[in-house]
Nanobody, 116 residues
Framework: QVQLVESGGGLVQPGGSLRLSCAAS????????MGWYRQAPGKQRELVAG???????NYADSVKGRFTISRDNAKNTVYLQMNNLKPEDTAVYYC??????????WGQGTLVTVSS
């Protein structure tokens, strides 16, 4: 079983920044992938950014150049630094973890609201 604890969401003005954190715990041996998805009202959940066990990163086109995903292996924690936020970034952000030895896990979600 894997537990994911997210933090860092909130209300921010357009152009502002936030950093999301997701700490993983549980009986997993190694991580194949960790990432952040988001779901806005009335829309499907989409991948925002991901990082593989080998450190390869990928981003949605809409966030390239503004968001940065990083990982602290010692803490089993993944971060999403979000800069120059736009109203269209408003969504619930979910952490996703895919271990090699267990089914994937999802966090409970953290709300990011970008509004003036």
């Amino acid at each position: 079983q894997v537990q994911l604890v997210e933090s860092g969401g909130g209300l921010v003005q357009p152009g502002g920044s936030l950093r999301l954190s997701c700490a993983a715990s549980g009986r997993f041996f190694s991580i194949r992938f960790m990432g952040w998805y988001r779901q806005a009202p009335g829309k499907q959940r989409e991948l925002v950014a991901g990082i593989t066990g080998g450190g390869f990163t990928n981003y949605a086109d809409s966030v390239k150049g503004r968001f940065t995903i990083s990982r602290d292996n010692a803490k089993n924690t993944v971060y999403l630094q979000m800069n120059n936020l736009k109203p269209e970034d408003t969504a619930v952000y979910y952490c996703n973890l895919r271990p090699y030895n267990l089914p994937e896990a999802w966090g409970q979600g953290t709300l990011v609201t970008v509004s003036s």
